[in-house]
């Protein structure tokens, strides 16, 4: 069965330092997705991502952040400046499409830890 | 957005059947209900989706009354490997927004 992988699994970081997390999506889905789940807390929403642009964001998801599709498989999350606060699970999604029925599938999520 | 509220956590024993129900009293009329699972330092795996009635896959069971202004995840005989968050979530478009989820707990 197809699966979203990210990488790494673990990435630890000095704060101010900027990280890169990578997602290689299920082939043929159209929509991609970053959520982030804070040690103990829900999982919040980040940004969905299609056609080359970012459809939704939510109010995490600022100045510091930025998604990128660099290639025909890879779907990446940048946070340029680290902050403490950004220590974190960060999960990858994908869809085959957006519309309200469709299920999205998740990856195994990079532990992000900044020191 | 429709607020959802689900236990926070519930046990079980070996080979019972666990309903985990979720009350969404403001659900949309073109909202479906949706629930995921969640094992410690894992992503969210979708179980199940309805709009109305009963749905019912190789998993599990999902009830919702005619109001659907609530709806029971049913897990048929768990296993220890069945412990995990469970989340109920209404979502319209394709911003999931989680809450805080069941907590199961399966003991032998």
């Known amino acids: 069965e197809p699966e979203v992988t990210q990488t790494p699994s673990h990435q630890v970081t000095q704060m101010g330092q900027e990280v890169i997390l990578r997602c290689v999506p299920i082939?043929?889905?159209?929509?991609f997705y970053w959520y982030r789940q804070i040690l103990g807390q829900k999982v919040e929403f980040l940004v969905s991502?299609?056609?080359?642009?970012?459809?939704?964001k939510s109010e995490i998801f600022d100045d510091q952040f930025s998604v990128e599709r660099p290639d025909g498989s890879n779907f990446t999350l940048k946070i340029r400046s680290t902050k403490l606060e950004d220590s974190a699970m960060y999960f990858c999604?994908?869809?085959?499409?957006?519309?309200?029925?469709?299920?999205?599938?998740f990856g195994p999520g990079t532990r992000l830890t900044v020191l | 957005l429709a607020k959802t509220t689900q236990p926070i956590s519930m046990d079980s024993y070996e080979g019972q059947e666990v309903n985990i129900t979720c009350s969404h009293n403001?659900?949309?009329?073109?909202?479906?209900i949706t629930w995921y699972q969640q094992f410690p330092s894992q992503g969210p795996r979708f179980i199940i989706q309805g709009y109305k009635t009963k749905v019912t896959n190789e998993v599990a069971s999902l009830f919702i009354p005619a109001d659907r202004k609530s709806s029971t995840l049913s897990l048929p005989r768990v296993s220890l490997s069945d412990t995990a968050v469970y989340y109920c979530l209404v979502a319209p478009g394709n911003m999931l927004t989680f809450g805080g989820g069941t907590r199961l707990m399966v003991k032998p």
């Open positions: 991502f299609y056609n080359n642009e970012i459809s939704e």
């Open positions: 082939s043929n889905h159209l929509y």
């Open positions: 403001n659900i949309a009329t073109n909202d479906y």
């Open positions: 999604a994908s869809s085959p499409r957006a519309d309200r029925t469709d299920t999205q599938y």
